[in-house]
């Protein structure tokens, strides 16, 4: 399954205490794809659901405002796939930032990979963000090896909380983006707001 220009990532650095409640508050999003307490420069996670950079702003903006945020950072998804599996089938797994002199052709290997659910292209420090599972952690540091090899910059950014939407599994979008492969339609409430606003080809947005 492969898609281009659809959902991004946002990192924020939190207030001392309030990553565990904002990512409990991100998860609430009907956008979101999964959030994570993490380990590194940022505090907290989170894959959302965007089709236009106008959603993206209006995501990344309700992070950089959400209270006890410091900090906050945003990167759209160019291109991306994703294998027949899903993220939460591994007990373990951590996200890998990369990148190659390649960028255009160095992703394909991880295709090969069954360990490696998903590999996404964002603008940036690091050219590639990929999911790295494994049946426990000494597997994923020996998967997380594998991105060395060929001579890749890596940083392996370690989840100490995960929550995955497992209803992705009936809303992942199609590769042109359809909205009705999300299962957004069948919410009436948002259907509804959505077209009184003018914005019946958006179904991301919920009323508030």
Known sequence: MQWNDRSVFLLAKTQTGESQRI???????????????????????????????DQMYDLAAKLRRTKGVEASSSHWIHKGWKNSGWWWDYPAGAWVWWRDQQLNGAWKTTQKWKWAVSSVSVPGDWDWITW????????????????????????????????????WTDRWWAPNGSADRQGLLTSPRTRDCCCARGRCPDYTRTCG
């Open 132 to 167: 790295v599972g494994g049946k426990n952690w000494d597997e994923v540091w020996s998967h997380v090896m594998e991105f060395q090899k060929p001579g890749w910059h890596t940083k392996t950014v370690v989840p100490v909380k995960s929550w995955w939407n497992k209803s």
């Open 23 to 53: 990512w409990s508050a991100v998860q609430s999003w009907p956008q979101t794809i999964g959030s994570w307490v993490v380990t590194g420069e940022w505090d907290v996670a989170a894959w959302v659901d965007a089709g236009t950079w």
